[in-house]
């Protein structure tokens, strides 16, 4: 069964708006990713953020972790038509050692308008 | 350095009909992942390779084999094809070096239809 399920589904915005895509998962963790995937193409990875951490950044992207309510945010600033893509989360749950197995959620379609 | 490749990239089979899905990666990864891709699923697991010379199912095993040739290669293989298995597949690997390392790289895809 999914791990996480992502909210919104979809989302449309315009070029320079921000955009901010939520992830709620169901277990503890030890970590959770973002992945971005253009589409027609595999997942390319975006930023990790572990179990002890509230908030990262990398760039435009900002993620927060919230263990307490099981919830991630991405935010990314500045939105441009190349950010056009699917997002999703990913968990790595306790207890998975070391095969790096990965739980992901549904995404969400982000569509940025010139 | 080609990251992770798959072949081939499109395929259709009919029902019944046995095929198998290449991948390789050239990063000297030591995890191999086989997902499936449906509409509104996300990925899903199928089976994975932690390390070379061990295979295990993931979330939906059913119908599919695999073998990790090497420690470059992972073979996904469908016996025998039936329509709830067209789908987009993905290979991932990653480096999984201590356990520290997550992040997992993707190959391009391969989309399968099943008649």
């Known amino acids: 069964s999914q791990q996480g399920e992502e909210d919104p589904q979809a989302l449309s915005i315009q070029e320079g708006e921000n955009a901010t895509m939520n992830c709620s998962y169901k277990?503890?963790?030890?970590?959770l990713q973002w992945y971005r995937q253009n589409s027609g193409r595999g997942l390319v990875h975006l930023i990790l953020?572990?179990?002890?951490?509230r908030e990262k950044h990398s760039g435009r992207l900002r993620v927060t972790l919230d263990t307490s309510k099981k919830s991630s945010s991405l935010l990314i600033t500045a939105s441009r038509a190349a950010d056009t893509a699917s997002y999703f989360c990913?968990?790595?749950?306790?207890?998975?050692?070391?095969?790096?197995?990965?739980?992901f959620g549904q995404g969400t379609t982000l569509q940025v308008k010139p | 350095n080609a990251g992770v490749t798959q072949t081939p990239k499109f395929q259709v089979l009919k029902t019944g009909q046995s095929m198998t899905l290449q991948c390789a990666q050239d990063?000297?990864?030591?995890?191999m992942y086989w997902y499936r891709q449906d509409p509104g699923m996300g990925l899903r697991l199928i089976y994975y390779?932690?390390?070379?010379?061990?295979?295990d199912k993931g979330e939906v095993p059913n119908g599919y084999n695999v073998s990790r040739l090497n420690k470059r290669e992972f073979s996904l293989r469908l016996e025998s094809a039936a329509p709830s298995q067209t789908s987009v597949y993905f290979c991932?690997?990653?480096?999984?070096?201590?356990?520290?390392?997550?992040?997992?790289?993707f190959g391009p895809g391969t989309r399968l239809t099943v008649t």
């Open positions: 991932a690997s990653r480096a999984g070096v201590g356990g520290l390392s997550y992040e997992q790289y």
């Open positions: 277990t503890s963790i030890n970590n």
């Open positions: 953020i572990r179990s002890n951490e």
């Open positions: 990913a968990t790595v749950p306790p207890g998975s050692g070391n095969t790096g197995k990965l739980i």
């Open positions: 990063m000297n990864h030591n995890s």
């Open positions: 390779s932690a390390s070379e010379g061990t295979t």
